[in-house]
């Protein structure tokens, strides 16, 4: 526990010295939505030279049925549809990550491996014992992290062998790599867990079970709860409701994020859409 409250030290005064006047309300500005797509669970934005592209999961069915029916769409910046069927064959694909040219979907009970350039499925991992898998997020050294919410558990998959990383991580779902560190939305809480596996609890107070994080500005984040709500949290823990559309059915799943646009990328898996969002935050 000491080594992360000294990380949260760090952070603090690191945002401390470059931080000026008065904070304003975060807040979410429409850009675009676009509709016709197939059950979509997670976003995830893509760069590559100067291009960037959005991946797009489609469950397209049962979210754990093991029916072939999933698949990948590619999305441009603008909402437009760029192939709705880039990637077919999957079953129930939800969060993704990439690496060195690999796109790491998760899929039901098994990692599938994509090769970006190609659009070709490479592998698919079997993971043991898996249930729900999730969400995945990759280091700087390419050890992929795979959650699964229905056992409670983060599995790691590096250099060919598989292992349970994190247990009793309760609903686990979304994930994001900080250097050394890795960043857990488990049920209502949002955990920060070091390379030794401490963990420090960085807000809670959530409404509904954590999907989607993404990093934002010095130690902040966006957070989806799927039901409905979007959060922006602050450094010192303190959550601002930024959106609430769960009254009119649209959910909010693993959201993705543009820092060079500030754009936050939201896949409604009910209305078969996905929303952007300018992110005005400071």
Known sequence: MITLTKLRVVFLLGFMAVA?????????EQLWLTEGLSVPESVLVYRSGKNTVLFVSQIDGDPTAVDGQGGIAKMKTNGEIEDLNWVTGLNAPKGMATFEGKLYVADINQLVVINIKSGEIEKKIIIPGAQFLNDV?????????ISDTKTNKVHRYEKGMLND????????????????????GAGKYLLLVDKNKNRLQIATGFAQDIDGIEPINKGDFLVSCWPGLIYYVHLDGKIDLMLDSQKEGINTADIGYDSSTQTLFVPNFAKNSVTAYKVNSR
């Open 165 to 184: 990383y994190l247990l009793k991580a309760e609903s686990a779902n979304g994930l994001k790599v900080i250097g050394p560190n890795l960043v857990v």
């Open 20 to 28: 000026t006047g008065v904070n304003a309300q975060p807040s979410l």
């Open 137 to 145: 997020a990759i280091d700087a050294k390419g050890a992929v992290y």
